[in-house]
Every structure is written in structure tokens, then in C-alpha cells.
């Protein structure tokens, strides 16, 4: 299903924590009573909704018929300047299990109407889940935990982050309670706090995607790129083997990075092709299982 036209408006909902958790929505206009599913899209690890084409790839999705919301995680340390690490005190504390309860409080939310658009009828029994890198990983656990999540796709996954964890960051969080990592675009020192590691190793049976998988039963699809630099497509190979749904796929993009040829800011007129393939193969997954 292909839409002419479609609505985004943004606002920000209250985590379990009363810190604001940021989304787009992006609705397609429905002229003709349908209701359309929805899909919520999830950053990874120093991402944000706004980095480089995520939004082009959001109101993409809307224009193939669904209700797309791509929230911030509360703690990501993105503030008021949608762009900008200005909230690195939250980023330090960033945990997992905070998380994956913004993604319930989201759905809730969506559920209460309190996320919705005068433009369209959303269908918020059905909802999908896109995830890149840790929102990925992530997105495997709230698959799990959440009832109305009926279909999964994940980009560039990571299969168990406690593996992420060097041995230099497990010394720095003895040491002095947090660790640091850089901000390659920004060259900002980010705080990754000690509480971070623990909830990993803590709550792992609820937290890590290599845990939650054998409990994942809806569709799900496994995107990696071949070529990624950061997080080897083995993680997805891992995640498809172990996942328990019968409905289950892995594509693996022959010339892609870890953001399949993709960067902040984008501001090219078309997608990359290792993105477009991604894409296409997410669009077609979504309409096979949540329509």
C-alpha cells in the first residue's frame, strides 16, 4: 500500500522515571476509515532519532502504509536540541532495563491514545519493531515482553552486549565508578556509568537479546551487512539460529556497514543501496506478517 501524503508531528511522553521520552510520529493520512499498524523505530547506542536518514526512513515506512514512531530513549542523553548531546549525566546512566521500559511506556501510550494524529486511524493492537544495534538487541527483549508486538525486525544487531564490555572498562568501572568512551562525530568524552555494566550482568535473563531470543516466537527478520565495522554480522547469524519462531529470516547485505553506507547528516537525494536494500526488505517483511 503506497500513501500520497502523510502527517509528523512530534511531542514527548513521561518514563517510569518522569523524564521525557521524545518521538516523532509519522501517520499516514487516512481518507477512506482504514486503520493502519504501526511501527516503532529504535536508535542504537549513541544514536537519536534525528541522526542521518533515520527520519527519510521513517516517513518511508509511513508511506507504505503504517503509523511509524521514532522515540529517544529518556536517558540517551539527547535534550531539547534534537541534534545535540547536551544530557551526557543521563547517557552515563543509560541502562538497558530503562530502556526497555520507555519502549512499554511508549506502547501504553500509543494504546491510551495519548500518542496519536487527527489524520489517521492506527491500529495499536498490531505493532512492529525496527531496532539498529543495541536498539536492536533491545528490541529482541521487548518483542518478548510486550503482548501487542507482533512482528520484529532488527538492523545491524547486536546479540549480547555483557560482550561489549572490554576489559579496560570493567577496570575504569572498579576503579572509579565509569568509564569513557568518544563521541567519533562530536569528540565528546561520554560517560558510560558503572550502574550500565551491572543492569547488563544483573537483569541479564530480561535485558540481553541472546537470553530473550529462545523465548521469541512472532516473525522476525535479521538484517546485517557484511561489511560492517562495528558489531560482525555473526551477531545476527547468532540471534537466527537461536531465535524459536517459525517464522524467522536472515538477509545479509553484501556491501553493508554497520549503517549500510549512511551518515549524520545525510543529505543525499537517495538512500545508499546497501540502506534502499535494508529498506526494501523491511517493507516487505512488514507487509507479509503485520498487515
Known amino acids: 500500500m503506497d500513501v500520497s501524503s502523510i502527517s509528523i508531528s512530534s511531542g514527548a511522553i513521561d518514563s517510569t522515571e518522569g523524564l521525557p521520552i521524545r518521538y516523532d510520529l509519522y501517520s499516514p493520512i487516512s481518507r477512506n476509515g482504514l486503520s493502519f499498524p504501526v511501527i516503532i523505530f529504535l536508535h542504537g547506542f549513541k544514536g537519536f532519532k534525528d541522526w542521518g536518514p533515520f ?45 526497555l521500559n520507555d519502549i512499554g511506556s511508549v506502547i501504553e501510550a500509543l494504546q491510551r491514545g495519548e500518542i496519536s494524529d487527527n489524520h489517521a486511524n492506527m491500529n495499536t493492537d498490531k505493532i512492529g519493531l525496527i531496532g539498529h544495534s543495541r536498539g536492536g538487541h533491545t528490541a529482541i527483549a521487548a518483542a518478548v515482553e510486550y503482548d501487542p508486538v507482533q512482528c520484529l525486525v532488527t538492523w545491524s544487531a ?59 516466537r512472532i516473525p522476525t527478520l535479521f538484517i546485517h551487512g557484511r561489511e560492517d565495522e562495528t558489531v ?6 547468532k540471534l537466527h539460529i537461536a531465535c524459536e519462531s517459525k517464522d524467522k529470516e536472515l538477509r545479509l547485505v553484501s556491501s553493508g556497514t554497520h549503517t549500510y553506507g549512511a551518515a549524520h547528516p545525510f543529505e543525499e537525494q537517495e538512500f545508499p543501496k546497501p540502506l534502499a536494500e535494508a529498506l526494501d526488505w523491511t ?6 506478517y503485520l498487515r
Not at 184 to 190: H, K, V
Not at 232 to 237: G, I, K, L, R
Not at 283 to 288: A, K, S
Open 55 to 99: 527520519p527519510d526512513v521513517c516517513e518511508e515506512l509511513a508511506r507504505a502504509g503504517y503509523g511509524v514512531v521514532a522515540m529517544n530513549f529518556s536517558l540517551n542523553g539527547i535534550g531539547d536540541k534534537k541534534m545535540e548531546f547536551t544530557e551526557l549525566e543521563l547517557f552515563e546512566r543509560e541502562t538497558i532495563s530503562q530502556d
Open 232 to 237: 560482525p554480522y555473526t551477531n545476527s547469524e
Open 158 to 216: 547486536v546479540a549480547d552486549y555483557r560482550e561489549r564490555w572490554t576489559d579496560k572498562m570493567k577496570e575504569d568501572w572498579e576503579k572509579q565508578g565509569y568509564t569513557e568512551i568518544e563521541n567519533s562525530r562530536t569528540g565528546q568524552m561520554m560517560k558510560v556509568g558503572k550502574v550500565v555494566y551491572d543492569d547488563s550482568v544483573e537483569n541479564a535473563d530480561r535485558v540481553i537479546a541472546m537470553e530473550r531470543i529462545k523465548e521469541l
Open 283 to 288: 517493507e516487505g517483511w512488514f507487509t507479509e
